[in-house]
């Protein structure tokens, strides 16, 4: 079969169906096809296996700052860890890492399920369980969108990019929804092992994705691991539009994203539902964040990225901040919508700025760069959590949101180059 070529404006006639609209037009190229079906049940398996241990825990401690716990050591790995992996996938094969990523994924889920069917969880088994795939996680985050920039051409990345945060956040949605309801009806264990076939379907998806050569000019290179991520360090700094993604990116993960893993609290404790309206509740920033990146993949050219990035940012510092204050489980659903359509342009023109501005030899390590600042959300959950234990759950998200919603105003005064940047 002839190979199809791909264009960034009218899909080739040979591609799939799927493949043929203007919104999934990237999906003409074979191997981001698979990467992007894979990142599927990766995903959803990421959020439907969050759900379930901070549930878990909340069950077994009836704490907000244990549940809150979860969020922290899931992410605990990505500052430090998104970095060292930044900077060798600018080295190493990249397929390599993420083989790596999801092999560690399938492992743990599968070590965690038999603890859950032996009936011998403990909260430090669910701490354990979380830092470990938090580690695949952190490796999976920067390798994975450098993967798929090496797959495509630039024309397409701003839609691939879209794409992919569709796949996030959708799956989010899915994730979250699938397992409150699942966890009503089938109970934990049932539903955790749920997870290990996602898996090892996902691995064998990524098996089928051809490697991509190392860059040569970095492959090797004597100077080694800590100097390859103080350059990535440096040169994202000293890219005006990098370090205002990078600022914005830190105060979003500190203030406004542990949000998430204060959602069981909020349900049981200020709207009175159960796991399964849980589930329906906490998928609805998926929805928003799907409806928004699909808006964006269908766009031919998409201008004023920096403006777009910006814009999404504000929305969902205000989204959680009217969240927190809604006190209603009817009132919330809205809001979290709100913060979803934030979500789509924040983290799809992220990705894309991150991946694009920078030089093929450098595309890594800027990744890293903007995984050391989502690494910083365990912070932000910490100190959300020891929050909540003081003050309640709705005013800790309140007056952390509006913190945020202050600070945004003045990073967007002081870095025009990012407003401006196309």
Same mark, same amino acid.
């Given at each position: 079969?002839?190979?199809?070529?791909?264009? #960034?404006?009218?899909?080739? &006639?040979?591609?799939?169906? !799927?493949?043929?609209?203007?919104?999934?037009?990237?999906?003409?190229?074979?191997?981001?096809?698979?990467?992007?079906?894979?990142?599927?049940? $990766?995903?959803?398996?990421? $959020?439907?296996?969050?759900?379930?241990?901070?549930?878990?825990?909340?069950?077994?401690?009836?704490?907000?700052?244990?549940?809150?716990?979860?969020?922290?050591?899931?992410?605990? #790995?990505? =500052?430090?860890?998104?970095?060292?992996?930044?900077?060798?996938?600018?080295?190493?094969?990249?397929?390599?890492?993420?083989?790596?990523?999801?092999?560690?994924? /399938?492992?743990?889920?599968?070590?965690?399920?038999?603890?859950?069917?032996?009936?011998?969880?403990?909260?430090?088994?669910?701490?354990?369980? &979380?830092?470990?795939? =938090?580690?695949?996680? &952190?490796?999976?985050?920067?390798?994975? +969108?450098?993967?798929?920039?090496?797959?495509?051409? *630039?024309?397409?990345?701003?839609?691939?990019?879209?794409?992919?945060?569709?796949?996030?956040?959708?799956?989010?949605?899915?994730?979250?929804?699938?397992?409150?309801?699942?966890?009503?009806?089938?109970?934990?264990?049932?539903?955790?092992?749920?997870?290990?076939?996602?898996?090892?379907?996902?691995?064998?998806?990524?098996?089928?994705?051809?490697?991509?050569?190392?860059?040569?000019?970095?492959?090797?290179? #004597?100077?080694?691991?800590?100097?390859?991520?103080?350059?990535?360090?440096? !040169?994202?700094?000293?890219?005006?539009?990098?370090?205002?993604?990078?600022?914005?990116?830190?105060?979003?993960?500190?203030?406004?994203?542990? !949000?998430?893993?204060?959602? #069981?609290?909020?349900?049981?404790?200020?709207?009175?539902?159960?796991?399964?309206?849980?589930?329906?509740?906490?998928?609805?920033?998926? @929805?928003?964040?799907?409806?928004?990146?699909?808006?964006?993949?269908?766009?031919?050219?998409?201008?004023?990225?920096?403006?777009?990035?910006?814009?999404?940012?504000?929305?969902? =510092?205000?989204?959680?901040? /009217?969240?927190?204050?809604?006190?209603?489980?009817?009132?919330?659903?809205?809001?979290?919508?709100?913060?979803?359509?934030?979500?789509?342009? @924040?983290?799809?023109?992220?990705?894309?700025?991150?991946?694009?501005?920078? *030089?093929?030899?450098?595309?890594?390590?800027?990744?890293?760069?903007?995984?050391? =600042?989502?690494?910083?959300?365990?912070?932000?959950?910490? !100190?959300?959590?020891?929050?909540? *234990?003081?003050?309640?759950?709705?005013?800790?998200?309140?007056?952390?949101?509006?913190?945020?919603?202050?600070?945004? /105003?003045?990073?967007?005064?002081?870095?025009?180059?990012? +407003?401006? @940047?196309?």
């Amino acid at each position: 079969m002839a190979e199809v070529r791909p264009s #960034p404006l009218t899909p080739d &006639a040979r591609a799939p169906w !799927y493949a043929r609209s203007r919104t999934t037009r990237s999906l003409q190229v074979r191997d981001w096809r698979v990467l992007w079906m894979a990142g599927h049940l $990766w995903h959803v398996a990421f $959020w439907a296996d969050l759900f379930i241990l901070s549930w878990v825990v909340l069950e077994l401690t009836d704490s907000p700052f244990k549940v809150s716990l979860v969020g922290t050591f899931r992410l605990l #790995p990505m =500052g430090i860890l998104g970095l060292i992996a930044g900077s060798q996938a600018d080295r190493v094969s990249k397929k390599g890492l993420l083989l790596l990523a999801q092999g560690i994924n /399938l492992s743990v889920t599968s070590g965690f399920f038999v603890i859950l069917a032996l009936g011998l969880v403990q909260d430090w088994h669910v701490y354990l369980a &979380a830092a470990l795939t =938090g580690t695949a996680w &952190a490796i999976d985050l920067p390798v994975r +969108r450098a993967f798929i920039r090496d797959i495509l051409p *630039e024309q397409f990345m701003a839609n691939a990019m879209a794409l992919d945060v569709a796949s996030l956040t959708g799956m989010a949605m899915i994730g979250r929804w699938l397992a409150g309801g699942l966890l009503t009806l089938a109970g934990v264990t049932v539903t955790y092992g749920l997870l290990i076939p996602i898996y090892v379907i996902g691995l064998l998806l990524l098996l089928s994705v051809p490697g991509r050569p190392v860059h040569t000019d970095v492959a090797g290179d #004597p100077g080694g691991l800590l100097q390859g991520i103080w350059e990535g360090m440096v !040169y994202t700094w000293r890219n005006k539009v990098l370090r205002g993604v990078v600022i914005i990116t830190v105060f979003v993960n500190v203030l406004v994203f542990p !949000y998430i893993q204060l959602t #069981p609290v909020f349900a049981r404790d200020v709207f009175d539902v159960g796991p399964a309206l849980l589930g329906l509740m906490s998928g609805m920033d998926g @929805f928003g964040a799907l409806v928004g990146t699909m808006v964006l993949a269908s766009l031919v050219l998409v201008r004023r990225r920096g403006a777009i990035f910006i814009t999404g940012s504000l929305f969902m =510092g205000i989204g959680a901040l /009217l969240f927190g204050l809604s006190g209603s489980f009817a009132i919330a659903i809205p809001w979290l919508v709100v913060i979803g359509l934030g979500t789509s342009g @924040f983290a799809t023109m992220q990705m894309t700025i991150a991946v694009t501005v920078p *030089e093929p030899a450098m595309r890594g390590r800027a990744m890293g760069a903007v995984a050391f =600042g989502i690494g910083l959300l365990p912070l932000g959950m910490l !100190y959300m959590g020891l929050l909540a *234990e003081w003050i309640g759950a709705p005013s800790a998200l309140a007056y952390s949101a509006l913190s945020y919603v202050v600070i945004l /105003l003045a990073v967007i005064l002081t870095q025009p180059v990012l +407003r401006r @940047f196309s």
